[in-house]
C-alpha cells in the first residue's frame, strides 16, 4: 500500500510566495513521474506541473515562470515553490505519484487527499 501526503497549504497574500511538499510511502519500488493538479472552486481540475524521474518539467501556462517542481528521488518527495501568488492560484493543490510498488509491476496513479492554498489580502 502506498500513502501520498502534500503539506504546506496555508493563506498567502498576492505577490507572496508557498512551497508545497508531497511525500510517497509505502511499498515503493520507484516512482516515474509526480504531477500537481489543483482545483479551484467550481472549477475543474487542472494540470499545474509534471517532473519525470530524470527531471525533465512541464508547466501550465498561468504558471510558467512563478512555480518550479522539484523531486528527490531517493527521498520519494517531491515539492512545487511557488512564487509571485495571485488571487487566481488559489485552489486545492493535490500531488499524483506514478508509482511502481515492486519489480515487473504495473505502474500505477497514487494520489494525495489535497492541500488547500488560499490568495487573499
Known amino acids: 500500500q502506498v500513502q501520498l501526503v502534500e503539506s504546506g497549504g496555508g493563506l498567502v497574500q498576492p505577490g507572496g510566495s508557498l512551497r508545497l511538499s508531497c511525500a510517497a510511502s509505502g511499498s515503493i519500488f520507484s516512482i516515474n513521474s509526480m504531477v500537481w493538479y489543483r482545483q479551484a472552486p467550481g472549477k475543474e481540475r487542472e494540470l499545474v506541473a509534471v517532473?519525470?524521474?530524470?527531471?525533465?518539467?512541464i508547466y501550465a501556462d498561468s504558471v510558467k515562470g512563478r512555480f518550479t517542481i522539484s523531486r528527490d528521488n531517493a527521498k520519494n518527495t517531491g515539492s512545487l515553490q511557488m512564487n509571485s501568488l495571485k488571487p487566481e492560484d488559489a485552489a486545492v493543490y493535490y500531488c499524483k505519484a506514478v508509482i511502481v510498488t515492486s519489480y515487473r509491476s504495473t505502474a500505477i496513479d497514487c494520489w494525495g487527499k489535497g492541500t488547500l492554498v488560499t490568495v487573499s489580502s
Open positions: 517532473i519525470t524521474r530524470g527531471g525533465s518539467t
